[in-house]
């Protein structure tokens, strides 16, 4: 059986402690549960280096864990090569994306990037909310958000790749 590349995908935000591993999160799940494991190679990093090392903000690991997901991974920083090892890397919001563009043109990267609610059925401003500050609400409505921008995206990964199980 000839083995290709796998498809590299990186979700980003500013601290890389609440969103990003999120969806790096949910979007592994939904990689599992249709049985494209190995095929797809998730990660998340921030565009800050504010909380690099940490683990994910508590509030968001047990809003993810009440719906079957484990948040894992410790916060770390987008790098230069990022935008090249990865071919798809997701921003949460425009100001994360304009830092990523930003430094794709200055690395010369091949990184295609773009905002994870593109693909959302019910994209509201363009920006997954940063929860950090606001109450327990916030971080159910981000999960909310990232399901469904993520479930849409796979979407697109498989019908743009060719994949299946």
Same mark, same amino acid.
């Given at each position: 059986?000839?083995?290709?590349?796998?498809?590299?995908?990186?979700?980003?935000?500013?601290?890389? @402690?609440?969103?990003?591993?999120?969806? &790096?999160?949910?979007? !592994?799940?939904?990689? *599992?549960?249709? +049985?494209?494991?190995? #095929?797809?190679?998730?990660?998340?990093?921030?565009?800050?280096?504010?909380?690099?090392?940490?683990?994910?903000?508590?509030?968001?690991?047990?809003?993810?864990?009440?719906?079957?997901?484990?948040?894992?991974?410790?916060?770390?920083?987008?790098?230069?090569?990022?935008?090249?090892?990865?071919?798809?890397? @997701?921003?949460?919001?425009?100001?994360? &994306?304009?830092?990523? !563009?930003?430094?794709? *043109?200055?690395? +010369?990267?091949?990184? #295609?990037?773009?905002?994870?609610?593109?693909?959302?059925?019910?994209?509201?401003?363009?920006?997954?909310?940063?929860?950090?500050?606001?109450?327990?609400?916030?971080?159910?409505?981000?999960?909310?958000?990232?399901?469904?921008?993520?479930?849409?995206?796979?979407?697109?990964?498989?019908?743009?790749?060719?994949?299946?199980?």
């Amino acid at each position: 059986m000839h083995m290709t590349q796998p498809i590299r995908v990186l979700f980003v935000c500013l601290g890389n @402690i609440c969103r990003s591993p999120l969806a &790096e999160a949910v979007f !592994r799940h939904q990689v *599992r549960e249709r +049985g494209l494991e190995g #095929r797809i190679e998730i990660d998340s990093a921030g565009t800050s280096g504010y909380h690099r090392g940490s683990p994910p903000d508590r509030r968001s690991s047990e809003t993810a864990r009440r719906r079957g997901i484990e948040l894992t991974g410790r916060s770390r920083s987008v790098v230069a090569d990022d935008l090249n090892r990865f071919d798809y890397v @997701i921003a949460m919001d425009a100001e994360n &994306e304009g830092a990523l !563009r930003d430094l794709l *043109r200055a690395s +010369g990267g091949s990184a #295609r990037v773009h905002r994870l609610r593109e693909w959302d059925p019910q994209p509201g401003d363009g920006d997954v909310p940063d929860p950090y500050y606001g109450g327990p609400r916030g971080f159910e409505d981000v999960h909310d958000i990232v399901e469904r921008a993520s479930a849409a995206f796979l979407d697109h990964v498989v019908r743009e790749h060719g994949l299946h199980a």
